[in-house]
């Protein structure tokens, strides 16, 4: 009996696009065809001919087994041999043996070889989206009538290929945007939950700064040692200022590989490079109307520091591969452990975007620097890691304790605190509840700090103004060179301003020198 054409479009389509999971789609037009066609696989992929990028979308067997293969970039030979397969607004019939070029580079993934191949090139409203192809084993499996059967179908699958990829990158957008809202959620019960420890002791100048800057829009760079809590202030800027309702991202600028450092905070087109096959949005464009915390900001390349000289004067990124500039409005927050003098002085950091970030910076103490916090800092990580490691009631630590901590220099800063009660809590898990908690490893780094700091022999003896000029460029350099006022080095030192001026002129200590 003669094949009722309209019968089977009508069937073919209802399966083609009966469903915007484009797999299952897939295996119900498997099942399908398989009455009419001896089909063995079927497949719908992208081939870009600008990169030279082969795609797979879906690819589905007479088992019901699917498999997405990766991008591969293709020789000119091997797209020479897929171009020749594809026709556009009908289906074609290839055989390719072992021979052949394209089979060599899909071999790992998709063994064609020995395979009959029936091809249509699929497009919509004349853009091309890529092809449908079918296989059979042997040279002998399709016939004319086949290819024609195929041929009805163009449209439909066209149809089915656009909303699959439009409903992948939906799918992809979601995620990055509900990846973002637990972000912003988590950030916010962190900081509105709690205060930040020594707000009103060892950072009420920060705070004060922070309480400054928050309400404005300009850049701020927030400078200090490892640890000393850059991020939490981060947060607290971003938070307490009009764009709270905004996004907040962050990204660590010297854990990001140099190649991709572009593409991470500007985004990218399609084909921009191998791999790209879809457009990207970069954190710059995520982070509009909000805020980008670009920390470790002294890792940054020189050509994406340029990027980013370009991103705070005109307010605008382009993405790698695109030609039209992309308006942002970004609050940028920079932080950095580095000496950005030394970088900029040796070339490593441009001047000229230096200036541009250091438009308000702030100077996080470390905290040696500020050991009166100690005892708020330890019994807030005791609630917050015994919560964590379900331990109740949390263990108590003993003022003695307390003192040992804060005789502690902590090269680490509060991180290292922080990783010491966590570690001293997992080790007394199963113990006795209501222990006091000890740090026995603190001994031998109280040891190795005390002979650090044995007495100088007399013949090594600084005088008196030696021993005031060391101390006050050290002030200085922490404070980046500012004299008075929050987060300045008379505060530091507890003097007046006027006086440390005084003191410098006294000792031929110039702020140029000392920054």
Known sequence: MELDRNAFFRQAALRICGSLDIDKALLSFMDYIRLFIPVSVVTLSMFDPSTGILSNLANVDQAGKKKTLPPLPLSRSAIQELESALKAGAASLSYWNGQSELVKILRPDFDLSNRSVLAVDLALEGKRLGFLALYADGNT??????????????????????????????????????????????????YSSSEIVGADFGLKDVMEMVRQVAPLSSPVILLGETGTGKELIANAIHYTSSRRSGPLIKINCGAIPDSLVDSELFGHERGAFTGAITQ???????????????????????????????VLQEKEIERVGGTRPIPVDVRVIAAT???????????????????????????????????????????????????????????????????????????????????????????????????????????????????????????????????????????????????????????????NPNTLRSRMRKLGISLKISC
Not at 281 to 309: C, H, M, N, W
Not at 346 to 352: A, H, L, M, N, Y
Not at 396 to 401: A, D, H, M, N, Q
Not at 420 to 438: C, F, P
Request: with cysteine; hydrophobic share 35%.
């Open 141 to 190: 499996g399709f016939t004319q009538e086949h290819m024609e059967l195929v041929s009805l179908l163009r449209e439909p699958f066209s149809i089915a290929m656009s909303n699959a990829l439009r409903y992948e990158e939906l799918v992809k957008l979601k995620e990055i945007v509900d990846a973002e809202n637990r972000e912003l959620s988590r950030e916010l019960r962190r």
């Open 337 to 495: 452990h580095r000496d950005m003098a030394e970088l900029v002085r040796t070339g490593v950091f441009r001047e000229d975007l230096w200036f541009r970030l250091n438009v308000f910076p702030i100077t996080l103490p470390p905290l040696r620097q500020r050991r009166e916090d100690i005892p708020a800092l330890v019994h807030h990580f005791l609630e917050k890691k015994s919560k964590d490691l379900k331990i109740y009631p949390p263990p108590t630590v003993s003022i003695e304790e307390v003192e040992r901590l804060k005789a502690y220099h902590w090269p680490g800063n509060i991180r290292e605190l922080e990783n010491l009660i966590e570690r001293e809590l997992i080790h007394t898990r199963g113990k006795r509840r209501g222990e006091r908690l000890t740090f026995e490893p603190l001994e031998v780094l109280e040891n190795s700090k005390a002979s650090s700091l044995e007495p100088e022999r007399e013949d090594n003896l600084l005088t008196l103004d030696e021993a005031m000029s060391r101390q006050i460029r050290q002030a200085l350099q922490r404070c980046n060179g500012k004299v008075s006022g929050p987060g300045g080095a008379a505060r530091l030192l507890g003097i």
């Open 280 to 310: 990207k949005k970069g954190r710059f464009e995520r982070a509009d109307t909000g805020t980008i915390f670009l920390d470790e900001v002294g890792e940054l390349p020189s050509q994406v520091q340029l990027r980013l000289l370009r």
